[in-house]
Each structure stands twice: as structure tokens, then as C-alpha cells.
């Protein structure tokens, strides 16, 4: 329908007016009720009543951005996957089997590619860099282990 | 426009009036209704009901205190009028409301005069901006839910395409909240919560797509629809459920879904960002008073829309579990309830697995999480979208007849 994402815009706008609305009342009401005693401590990052130490953007763990690195290309397959996944039932009768391998080819790249980024050893979060290790080597370096130690 | 038309036989005053304002004006009252009742009541009577079944699973007390009189009593403003609390009717409803049921009341109350703290060194536009989106991502959602028989806000035919990605709106605004509160665990917290929800979404979306793909439609009211008939039944029932149609095997997603779905909201099992023993509160830690309380309703809202989209998508959304054409015959407005009981009940039966989940079971750790993601509900969800192709297809050339000409003809449904 022509109006349809119309509402969406409506849908989100009365969310913005929500908190909008929400946080004007409580600036209001707040002369009356609230106390507003800001002090140099109280404003401090909260760093479980310690003073804080060091900066804040510390280094985190660089798998985070491998994460976001695969989600990216699982995402785009999502999203050349569900025109398709829409279209099937519609097309099938033109162009039977040939939809369906295509599909299958389509995801077999992909879970080609999750099995390479699975055995080089990507998806594991605490990645050892050593390539052959003792099977003792490798109890003794999972996580698990440690957490027990 | 039947919705149009509908609303002109109405209120025949807006017949003058240009089609779009009354349509803006009708999404307008529907989306209010919805923030007024989905999201904004039942974000404090979730947190009411998740206390008390913590009490029971922990054998401790819930809250079990608040009436009318220590709500009174709670400002400074209304402490002069705890009196009215032994007024006669007053005195006679407070004492029919079990004690702690107006915790949720008390706990708005100090949320909104609470002090609003935005920490020295943060970065005070995106501190500002974050909750705002965060709100808009997972209110937005709401728009395309059938909260009733052939009834939602606005009739997408990308309907389940657009949830997924309006829903992701939530993963900027975590992050922005991480960054901009200059705090070491908002950070971590931000980002822990950011890889978590992109990890989940792929097993969730390519579960959501198989039934998409059975459906042939990604619009929420077509989808429902389709389940109203199964195993050769007109009218099925429960049987029509796409749970229970194809012999059962949508179970395997819809499980798939639900897992990733609490991962996605931040629930335990999943709730590493927010991980008290190491993270003090993940990416609110510094939010405070009712800018913090926008995070808390966004997280209940994306429950309920979690549980919503399970029942819209695999438990037939509005469709009761008996045949609908039991009640076929009922005025419109009583259908209207029919549906919406259902779509509640449904929605709400999620939230309530949810919250007994999180007083079950321990925490996740992250490798361990990552590795439940990665390793096994993508292959399993990928291996089921496959599976499921090849039994749509095998069941539509059961349908086809065999000459390839006469299957042309008969394609247009």
C-alpha cells in the first residue's frame, strides 16, 4: 500500500517523542522533586569506587573485529538469500530443480568458506598461534583448563 | 484501502479529510496504544512478575510490600497525603491489591526523580543520543506484529525482513552507549553486547528465512494466514501451526530461533554484557534514572518482540488452537479480542521461558558462547534451510502436473 512506510516513520517518530517527552517532564518535575548535587567523584567513571586508573579506551580483544569481519559476509548472504527464499515457491514451476541448486551452490560457497575460517582456528576465541601442538599441549591451553586452574 | 473505507464508515467526519493524514492519524493511535500497552505497562509488570518467580526459584521473598500507602509515602511531595491511604474506598482497593503488586508504580516513581548523571568525560551527544535509538530500534519492530486477525499497524509486505533489520538499530545504539560513557566496563560491556547480537542474528535470520521460504512471503499477515489450514484441513487449528505442519520438522528452527533470540536480547544465559560479576552493568553502567529506564524497556520490549515474532512466525500468531471457524460468527470487536488473547498469551508465554531461564541456568562464558553460535546453530540452521528447500520442492512436484506447458499456465495463483 502506498502508506505503509508512513507508519514505520510514525512508529519511530513517537518513539524519539517518547523519551523526548519523558526526559522534558522529568527536567520539569525534577525542579521540584529531584536533587541535582553534581560533584567532581560523583561525576568520575565508576570503576567499582575506585579512582579510576589510566584512560578509557583501553585495547580490546582484536577478535571482536574478526567477528564483525565474518558476520559481514553472513549478513550479505542473508540478504541475497531472502529474495530468494521468497521467490522460490513463485518461480518453481518454470524453473524447477535448477532454483534449488542454485541455492545449494550459493550456501555451499559459504559453509565452504565457515569450514576454512572454522579450521584455521578464527571461530575459537582464544587463538594459539603455535600450529602443531601435543594433545596435552592443547588440554593444557583450553580455556576450560585454565578457568579450572 | 478497506482500512480506509472502514474508518470513513467510523467516524464519517474524516471522509473530507485527505487520505494520508487519516492514515498517519490512525498508525498514530494504534502505535500509541501499542507504547501504552505493550511496551511501557508490561516492561513493569515483567519486572514485578521476574522478581516474585525469582523469590520462588531462589526460596526467598519477592516484593510483597507496596500498596497504595507506601507509594504515598515514597516523595516527599505526596508524604502529607499517606492519610487518604485509610479513607474509606481507598482503604478498601488497597487492601484487595496483594501487598508488592504496585512495586512496579514505586519503582517508575524513583526511576523519574532519580538524579541524571552524565559522567565528566563522556561524550555527552552520544551519551544523549544512544537511548533514543535503542528505543526507536526496538519499538519499531512493534509496527508489523498482527496483533490481531489480519490487524497490525502497518501491512509491509517486507514484513519480516523489515523486523530484522530495524531490530539491528539496537547494536548501534549499544555501542554508542559503550563508547560515550568514558567507562572501561561500558565499553567492554558495548562491545561484548555488539559481537553477541551480529553473532545471533545469522542463525536467528537464516531460521526465520526457511520459513519464508515455506510461506512464499515475508509480509507478518501472510504468513499468518497461511497457517490457518495444514494437513488438508481447512481451518486446522492447532495442526495448521508451522510448527506442527511438515510433519513436525519446523521444530528444528523454531528452536534454533528461540536460542538466538534470547542471545539477542541480552538474557541469560547469554547476558554477557551485562555480567554483574565482571562488568558491573555492561554498556548502562553509567546511565542513571529514567535515561537508564529507556534501556531497561527496550530490553522488555525486545523480549516481548522476540516471543512475538516465534509466535507470528512458527505458533500462528493470532490464530487460536482451536479452528477458527468456531467462533467465525462473533462480532467484530469480540474477533478483535479473540485474536489479540491469543497473540498475548502466545508473546507472553516466551517472556515468561525467559525469565525462568535466567534463575535456572548459569552464565555463559564467551568462548563458550561464540562457539554455540558459530559452530553449531549456523550449520544447523543452514543444514535446515537446505532440508527444508528440498521438502518444499518435493511436496510442490507432488502439486505440479507433469507437462511443463500445463505447469506454466498454473503458476499464477
Not at chain 2, 93 to 106: T, Y
Request: a positive charge.
Amino acid at each position: 500500500m502506498r502508506y505503509d512506510y508512513v507508519g514505520v516513520l510514525v512508529f519511530l517518530v513517537l518513539a524519539v517523542g517518547f523519551i523526548l517527552a519523558g526526559m522534558t517532564a522529568q527536567r520539569i518535575v525534577s525542579r521540584l522533586l529531584r536533587t541535582w548535587r553534581p560533584s567532581a567523584s560523583k561525576l568520575s567513571p565508576y570503576e567499582c569506587g575506585e579512582e579510576p586508573v589510566g584512560g578509557t579506551y583501553v585495547r580490546y580483544n582484536i577478535r571482536f573485529y574478526v567477528i564483525a569481519l565474518i558476520f559481514i559476509v553472513f549478513d550479505v548472504e542473508i540478504v541475497l538469500l531472502f529474495p530468494w527464499a521468497r521467490v522460490f515457491q513463485e518461480l518453481y514451476p518454470f524453473y524447477r530443480s535448477v532454483l534449488f541448486w542454485d541455492m545449494v551452490i550459493f550456501i555451499g560457497i559459504l559453509a565452504f568458506g565457515l569450514a576454512y575460517v572454522w579450521a584455521k582456528g578464527d571461530l575459537e576465541w582464544v587463538k594459539t598461534f603455535r600450529k602443531h601442538l601435543s594433545p596435552a599441549e592443547k588440554v593444557a591451553r583450553s580455556p576450560q583448563k585454565k578457568e579450572a586452574a | 484501502m478497506h482500512l480506509l473505507d472502514f474508518i470513513h464508515q467510523l467516524l464519517p467526519f474524516t471522509r473530507d479529510w485527505a487520505d494520508w493524514f487519516v492514515y498517519v492519524l490512525m498508525v498514530f493511535f494504534f502505535a500509541f496504544a501499542i507504547l501504552n500497552t505493550l511496551v511501557a505497562p508490561l516492561t513493569g509488570i515483567s519486572t514485578y512478575i521476574e522478581r516474585r518467580l525469582a523469590g520462588r526459584a531462589q526460596y526467598r521473598w519477592g516484593p510483597n510490600r507496596v500498596g497504595f500507602r507506601s507509594l504515598l509515602s515514597a516523595l516527599p511531595l505526596t508524604r502529607g497525603l499517606t492519610k487518604l491511604a485509610d479513607v474509606q474506598p481507598i482503604k478498601f482497593i488497597g487492601s484487595k491489591i496483594p501487598g508488592g503488586l504496585l512495586q512496579f508504580a514505586a519503582d517508575g516513581l524513583k526511576l523519574f526523580t532519580k538524579e541524571d548523571i552524565i559522567p565528566s568525560g563522556a561524550d555527552s551527544f552520544l551519551f544523549r543520543l544512544a537511548p533514543y535509538v535503542v528505543m526507536a530500534g526496538s519499538f519499531a519492530a512493534f509496527a508489523v506484529f498482527p496483533v490481531s486477525f489480519w490487524c497490525s499497524a502497518t501491512n509491509l509486505n517486507i514484513g519480516i525482513f523489515y523486523v530484522i533489520g530495524i531490530s539491528s538499530l539496537v547494536v548501534p545504539g549499544v555501542l554508542m552507549s559503550g563508547w560515550a560513557s568514558a567507562n572501561k566496563w561500558a565499553l567492554y560491556g558495548g562491545m561484548r553486547a555488539a559481537s553477541q547480537i551480529v553473532s545471533y542474528e545469522i542463525p536467528v535470520a537464516i531460521s526465520l528465512m526457511t520459513v519464508v521460504m515455506l510461506t512464499g512471503s515475508m509480509n507478518m499477515n501472510d504468513i499468518v494466514a497461511s497457517q490457518l489450514s495444514g494437513y488438508g484441513i481447512e481451518k486446522a487449528g492447532l495442526l495448521g501451526w508451522n510448527v506442527f505442519r511438515y510433519g513436525g520438522l519446523l521444530v528444528v528452527p523454531f528452536v534454533v530461533y528461540f536460542i538466538g533470540g534470547c542471545a539477542e536480547v541480552n538474557r541469560t544465559p547469554f547476558d554477557l554484557p551485562e555480567a554483574e560479576s565482571e562488568l558491573v552493568a555492561g554498556y548502562h553502567t553509567e546511565y542513571s534514572g529514567f535515561r537508564w529506564s529507556f534501556f531497561f524497556m527496550a530490553e522488555y520490549a525486545n523480549m516481548f518482540a522476540v516471543g512475538a515474532i516465534a509466535t507470528t512466525m512458527f505458533l500462528g500468531g493470532p490464530l487460536p488452537p482451536y479452528p477458527a471457524a468456531f467462533t467465525e460468527g462473533l462480532p467484530m470487536l469480540a474477533r478483535f479480542g479473540e485474536g489479540f488473547f491469543w497473540f498475548f498469551v502466545k508473546s507472553y508465554f516466551f517472556v515468561l521461558v525467559m525469565i525462568h531461564m535466567r534463575w535456572t541456568l548459569p552464565r555463559y562464558r564467551i568462548d563458550q558462547l561464540m562457539h554455540l553460535c558459530w559452530k553449531v546453530l549456523i550449520p544447523i540452521a543452514l543444514l535446515w534451510f537446505v532440508i527444508m528447500c528440498g521438502v518444499k520442492m518435493w511436496r510442490m512436484e507432488q502439486n505440479l502436473p507433469k507437462h511443463p506447458a500445463a505447469a506454466a499456465a498454473g503458476a499464477h495463483r
